[in-house]
């Protein structure tokens, strides 16, 4: 059974930094290329950032210079850093797992940047 569980997401002031992580288990973590998500009220589901297994990145514009994903292997995890959060930022943030037309989705967790 595939599980990706993500944690991590709150409430934070304008500016502010959150780290939202990814637990998977139930697949062969490495080799997967691992992307979060994010959904605001009333938007579509856009692409965050993912990386792959090799270790390359990619991020929407809107978040360039500002969130970095990364990896952990031996953990199984995947990380999203996300410093100087603006209002704009605030949605679900949903945790992915691809490869080769087989893709999983976590529950997601809350980022809300308020003041």
């Known amino acids: 059974q595939v599980q990706l569980v993500e944690s991590g997401g709150g409430l934070v002031q304008p500016g502010g930094s959150l780290r939202l992580s990814c637990a998977a288990s139930?697949?062969?973590?490495?080799?997967?290329?691992m992307g979060w998500y994010r959904q605001a009220p009333g938007k579509q589901r856009e692409l965050v950032a993912s990386?792959?297994?090799?270790?390359?990145?990619n991020y929407a514009e809107s978040v360039k210079g500002r969130f970095a994903i990364s990896r952990d292997n031996a953990k199984n995890t995947v990380y999203l850093q996300m410093n100087s959060l603006k209002p704009e930022d605030t949605a679900g943030y949903y945790c992915?797992?691809?490869?080769?037309?087989?893709?999983?989705w976590g529950q997601g967790t809350q980022v809300t940047v308020s003041s």
């Open positions: 139930g697949i062969i973590f490495p080799i997967y290329t």
């Open positions: 992915h797992a691809w490869r080769r037309g087989l893709d999983y």
């Open positions: 990386i792959t297994s090799g270790g390359s990145t």
